[in-house]
């Protein structure tokens, strides 16, 4: 089943407006998806318990807009079943019912909502993360890694890099919460493309 970009989406809202940062060159549509990026997540304290992994299957579309940065927008979605581990056990377990239940939710979207630059390179990117069927915001903190405005078509405009939290409580993943803990840490790495 393929994607479709055009609907609500994931963690990486953050990353598109973040590309928005610089000199001004006008409103542009561009690409990222996992061919170009990554998206990680941890959980856990570090001196008691603490696992990583990530999902192999996202894209999505950054709409930038540098004259008017807070028009810029994000849209995300990812493959629930991509998710990974480097544990297969966990893996499975991450698909099942009490987690993601890929069966039932096979995607989980992300939806910029406001895009606020907070430095030259910088951004605060607010969002709506939806998945289980729930729908809750999210805060991205995202920094542009390398920006080339003048980027032909088909090749790379920028980098970048975003970090969040959400807790997997709120969406209904509460499955040994008071064990491994519930706030999930969410790296997102990706290249944009015209």
Same mark, same amino acid.
């Not at 377990?93 to 939806?111: A, G, Q, W, Y």
């Given at each position: 089943m393929r ?9 990486l809202a ?17 690409? !990222?998806?996992?061919?170009?990026? #990554?998206?990680?997540?941890?959980? $856990? *304290?570090?001196? +008691?318990?603490?696992? @990583? ?61 406001? !895009?606020?630059?907070?430095?030259? #390179?910088?951004?605060?990117?607010? $969002? *709506?993360?939806? +998945?289980?069927?729930? @729908? ?50 969410i790296s ?7």
């Open positions: 994607l479709e970009i055009n609907r609500r989406t994931l963690l953050a990353a598109g407006s973040a590309l928005s940062a610089g000199a001004a060159h006008g409103a542009e549509r561009l690409s !990222i998806n996992a061919n170009r990026g #990554t998206i990680d997540f941890a959980i $856990g *304290d570090s001196r +008691l318990f603490r696992t @990583t992994g990530g999902f192999k299957e996202w894209q999505g579309i950054v709409h930038v807009d540098d004259e008017d940065v807070p028009q810029s927008k994000v849209e995300v979605v990812i493959r629930t079943a991509s998710v990974n581990m480097l544990d297969s056990q966990q893996t499975a377990m991450l698909k099942d019912s009490d987690f993601f239940h890929v069966e039932k939710f096979p995607e989980m979207t992300f939806r910029s909502t406001r !895009i606020e630059r907070t430095g030259e #390179t910088t951004l605060r990117v607010e $969002g *709506d993360v939806t +998945l289980r069927s729930i @729908t809750r915001p999210m805060v991205l903190d995202v920094s542009v890694t390398d920006r080339r405005p003048g980027a032909a078509p088909g090749s790379r405009y920028a980098g970048f890099q975003a970090k969040g939290k959400i807790k997997r409580s709120e969406f209904g993943m509460t499955k040994f919460v008071d064990v491994v803990g519930d706030t999930v840490e997102i790495r990706a290249d944009a493309w015209r």
